[in-house]
């Protein structure tokens, strides 16, 4: 059974976590980033563990670096009672978690997520991979970590952008829970809360993630309600990495969140006054999405060939209010260019 | 729960796997071996699947026949409601368990296995993986094949020495469970059975593994049996490896049971003239191994990378008699190299 640290004491959590497993070794996992503005914070507790650094960047999320992680393991010395802590974003615990749970079939591994993306999305429920061929987290397992210490406190060194991007997340599990969790997501400024609230706030984001993983680990069902927004926000982001011109993930979702409930407006209709207030709140916090109806060709290609997707149908989790998925909606491609284009719209693009 | 076939008709048990599992669409990874051998004999069958081919041999069981493997199946449009069939030997049973179980995080498989050694060992059981640094099977996950259909009608296309390598794994098995099993795999001569009667004998032997890996199928604690001959058997593999002149998997683990019944002579009395029947028996038929007192270093250092090895101390399943198994005894250094001493007397070297 997982367990997951709210705290903003991070090092006296992981210090927990490493004495609860009596590892034989420790090895940390850290990105270019994270080795200089977060392990200087943590060198008390990570004393003597052994160090693989990666570079760090989505670009970077590849099964070559897998290759080197598990080089830098071997290296350790690191055997089946070892552990491997997970020091970064999403990039980081998605890949670490992948390398640790293949190495030697599987590692104990500990994330430290120190982004906000990270702390309520990527680090918890088990989800590792890398990218792979173009397509995102194409390649991967399922594997929980051992620990999660799940913390606000490494937020200030976060641009803006990156912690509107986990921002995105945390409207998602508001849309998964209540009109009145959404109210709360669209009225906070994530930029300006203290510590102590903003971990507060994660919490109950990450409590909707948690119940609903718990009931579906392995994705048969109901999990696939968090797929909310991801359908058309992971086609957005391949487009842009395609283009040259990268976009956080959270920005991404962002945007796949309000064509998803058009999608859910048209469908199942989802409360327009919801969707409309949801628009206004990505149009004027995110970038906007910078395509035209030729990227259409594209973006329906790379949705058919999104892992939730079969059979020739473009697969989305659809909302009928807050708080009430519908997973595996099977989406037209005539409908999803509507979606697309009253998207544009919204967005004043 | 994995359904295995134990027939000589492989196209109908594989026709009736694909239909039990309504697949989408159906890939196939065989190697240049059994491309050539075994794919003709189940054409009708894989009628329209995409073939996939990946080069014979343990030397190409590496991460990048994995990534062309992802790339195939990207190719063929495979989804996770579509199937990987992989027909070969431990390699490509082993490999594409690997790429099917972290494409998309988890694809199904059937494996059919086209040796005595991939039907008695490496197609069951969840074990899969590929070679890394130098090390055999470091990187790998636990998937169980949906579909294992055992056979004995491909082995007339195998050499004398693969049919052999596959018997010491039944030799092993017939350890794990009785006196009256060692004696009846000591006196057949695997070469000379005719398909039906060896069907027979690999239903028994293969019956022994699955009942162990049912009791414990993560490997914490009784699975573990399965390794005797292992510890020594992978030590001795990587170092003719190294040396390049490799030796089937199944011809080491012949040496290493001989060397590990002689660690379970010394420290757990097990019988003196079983462990000399079983010596005569390896040294007559198997090949004999070519080492010396001068590669026990890098031996002992291999065995304490072993996955199985932790803080130190090689580990090794031992025997106090057959169907007795110790499993986690831990083998001082200074022990191990007596035992190598005695095993070479015995082995004739």
Known sequence: MQRVAFTNDVPAALRQALMAGSYSRVAVLVDATTRQLVLPRLADVLAGAAVVVMPAGDTHKTIDTVCDVWRGLQQAGATRSSVLVNVGGGVVTDLGGFAAATYKRGLPFINVPTTLLGAVDAALGGKTGVNFGGLKNQVGAFAEAADVIVSACFFD??????????????????LLSSD????????????????????????????VKRRIVASDPLE???????????????????????????????????????AELVLSHLALQFPSAQLHR?????????????????????????????????????????LRACGQPEVDCAVADDDMRTALDIFRDLMGV
Chains 1, 2 share one sequence.
């Open 157 to 174: 060194t976060l641009p803006r952008e990156q912690l509107l991007a986990g921002y995105a997340e945390m409207v998602k599990h508001a």
């Open 180 to 207: 009145e969790a959404l109210a709360d997501v669209l009225q906070a400024d994530v930029c300006a809360l203290p510590a102590g609230d903003l971990l507060a706030l994660l919490r109950q984001s990450v409590e």
């Open 220 to 258: 048969r069902g109901p999990r696939k309600a968090l797929n909310l927004g991801h359908t058309v926000g992971h086609a957005l982001e391949s487009l842009m990495l395609e283009r040259g011109r990268p976009v956080a993930h959270g920005t991404a979702v962002a945007w796949g969140l309000v």
């Open 278 to 318: 949801l628009a206004a709140f990505v149009r004027e916090r995110y970038a906007a999405p910078a395509i035209g109806c030729d990227d259409y060709a594209a973006l329906l290609e790379s949705m058919h060939r999104d892992k939730k997707s079969q059979a020739g149908e473009i697969n989305c989790t659809l």
